[in-house]
Each structure stands twice: as C-alpha cells, then as structure tokens.
T-cell receptor
Framework: NAGVTQTPKFQVLKTGQSMTLQCAQDMNHNSMYWYRQDPGMGLRLIYYSASEGTTDKGEVPNGYNVSRLNKREFSLRLESAAPSQTSVYFC?????????????FGDGTRLSIL | KQEVTQIPAALSVPEGENLVLNCSFTDSAIYNLQWFRQDPGKGLTSLLLIQSSQREQTSGRLNASLDKSSGRSTLYIAASQPGDSATYLCAVRRSNDYKLSFGAGTTVTVRA
C-alpha cells in the first residue's frame, strides 16, 4: 500500500548540475502534481499533469521541466540547478483534476544546491 | 490570486487542552478547502476536506468549519494529545481552478 513514492529522499547538487526527481503512484490516479516547499511559505505548485500525455505550468515553473512517462510516473527535471532551487519537493496525485478528493502526497525529496 | 494565511505560526498547549487553528483566505469563490497534517521530514496527510456547499466536516476528535462569506476556516482538535504535535496546513482550491493555494502552516506542540 505504497501510495505516492518519491526518489531520492535526499540529494546535494552543485550549481549547474542537472537532476531528475522521480515520482510514482499506485492508486490508478489520473492527475499528478509537483510542489516545492520553502521555510515560512506554503507549498507552491510547479507543474501538474491532468492525465497521461498532458502537462501544464503551475505557479513557479521557471527552471524546471516535467515528463508524464505513463499513468503511474511523473518526473521533475532541473536542467541547470541554482541555489534558489534548494527546497523540499513534493509529488501528489488525485483521481482526476476536477475530483473533490484530497491530494495524496509523497514523503518529499530534500534538495540542496551549493 | 488567492492568499491563504494561518495565524499563529506556532502554538504550544498542555495535553488535554482543545486546539483551535485558524485559516483565512481572500477569495470567497472556492471549490473546496482542505486541512493537512505534516510531521517532520514527512509529506502531507489529508485530515478533512470541506466542499464549498458544506459548513463543516468532522472526523473523530477533529472538526473543521467553513465560512466562505468571511473567508475563514477553523480546525478544532478536541482533548489534544502529544501525538497531535505536527504542522497543520490549510489549502484552498478556487472555483474554476485546479490549483491549491496553501497557507504556511501552524506548528503545534502538545506538552505532556
């Protein structure tokens, strides 16, 4: 009963390096989301995917790309990491974009960029 | 843009006391409001979801109310326990929008 699984849990990068954060859900959900959480701020939406094959920008998409590989997996890529991208990244999913169901979250990836 | 505010940022109470957590939002045209719990180093766990047509939701010792006209929601936790120590986040989804706007959270410590 895994729910939403994120890998890795921790990562340290140097400025300019690239990295892909992985997310997979086993609940047969159509919609998936990537957020970042910074101290003293609420979670902010980076990108989301309404269904397999579609992706859309959220509130803070600059510096990120995403891939909805299949229904289960939604990855987030940092092409050239910057210190401002140091954050905790969360992946979430819901049955559908318009469902009145709560989002299910993974445990997060803690990313530090030096 | 929907702004969501949670005050206070931190709260410490003795065990057994009732907890009252506040959430305010600026745009009353909402689709739903959700309360989440976050433990240190963990993701968010959904506690309660209140649809825009509802005034409150209850689950065990938890009760959440919603007043759209005043832009407020309150989460009540009865007879608090040390295990209730966590950060509680409020998130609002506007009508005709798929995005959640989150508050920064209230960190609760229940002292034994």
């Amino acid at each position: 009963n895994a729910g939403v699984t994120q890998t890795p849990k921790f990562q340290v990068l140097k400025t300019g390096q690239s990295m892909t954060l992985q997310c997979a859900q086993d609940m047969n959900h159509n919609s998936m989301y990537w957020y970042r959480q910074d101290p003293g701020m609420g979670l902010r939406l980076i990108y989301y995917s309404a269904s397999e094959g579609t992706t859309d920008k959220g509130e803070v998409p600059n510096g990120y790309n995403v891939s909805r590989l299949n229904k289960r997996e939604f990855s987030l890529r940092l092409e050239s990491a910057a210190p401002s991208q140091t954050s905790v990244y969360f992946c979430a999913s819901t049955p559908r974009l318009d469902s009145n169901q709560p989002q299910h979250f993974g445990d997060g990836t803690r990313l530090s960029i030096l | 843009k929907q702004e969501v505010t949670q005050i206070p940022a931190a709260l410490s109470v003795p065990e057994g006391e009732n907890l009252v957590l506040n959430c305010s939002f600026t745009d009353s045209a909402i689709y739903n409001l959700q309360w989440f719990r976050q433990d240190p180093g963990k993701g968010l766990t959904s506690l309660l979801l209140i649809q825009s047509s509802q005034r409150e939701q209850t689950s065990g010792r938890l009760n959440a109310s919603l007043d759209k006209s005043s832009g407020r929601s309150t989460l009540y936790i009865a007879a608090s326990q040390p295990g209730d120590s966590a950060t509680y986040l409020c998130a609002v989804r506007r009508s005709n929008d798929y995005k959640l706007s989150f508050g920064a959270g209230t960190t609760v410590t229940v002292r034994a």
